[in-house]
């Protein structure tokens, strides 16, 4: 009985350590969103792709000339606004995106881009000229940004999430080793940090929801997209996100298997303590 309440402290040790990964996974990934862009008002299906993380991701541009094209996250928390902008320095990004907000427009040009995939000078100056083209016929209209402070708690409860799944991890292990009786290292501890880990997950998991509801559902808040050059069709959330929901059931189920392991404890009989009186007869006692 002993050596199966150690193994159920030690396989929380498992779940709560693969939760922590998958979140710090999850965190690295460009699977966030995704999202078909229409490049231009004649044609009528989506002809390029974009998705991105947290902090970076890929526009996939097959109309032209087909090429993969870095993004990066930037921010501007005066303004409380966040982009997927395209450009090889971060200046120039926040720049872009401080344009965007005060004029509604930027200067920006798709020779800023970073290119994943490489391109003849003939292809890149007649997909420079195409893009050009689309930027002078583009519409102007509302431009939908990420709230900036919504953006950053979903990475702080995040990380804080994973760094406390583990803490968790370790001191499963520490448990299985031996019994500590400081309270916040013990078993109710792992209850607690658990507990904890799966709360700030699933707050990080439901801000970064709303800002999918809320905004990033009408518009990818892409650079191809704020700058006019097209439209946004089908956005989505991706794995890189559905994946914390797998941290939250494991962490779940590490709190279950604790209070199985207590319930166990629970069901086991009481034993007494027959303490002999020692005025007794020598005869009681020898018997």
Known sequence: MVANKRALVLATCFLSGTASILSLISLGTTGWIYSDIKLGSVESKPNSHINYGLFKGTFSQTVGVTANIDISMACSYGNNICAALCSGDSDRRSAILEQLHDNGETDWRMSECVRTTSQSYLMRKSTEFYFNFLKLNAKSGELIFINAFAYLFTIIFLILSAVIGLISSGLSVWNTASNPIEIYFNIFGLYLYNGIAFGFLLISVLIWGIVYFTSLIESSASIVVLSGLGTTVNVSL????????????????SIAVLYFRSYQISKEPTQHKIEMDGNAPAEILLF
């Open 238 to 253: 991706g794995w890189s996100y559905w994946i914390n929901f797998g941290s939250l059931i494991l962490y779940a189920t």
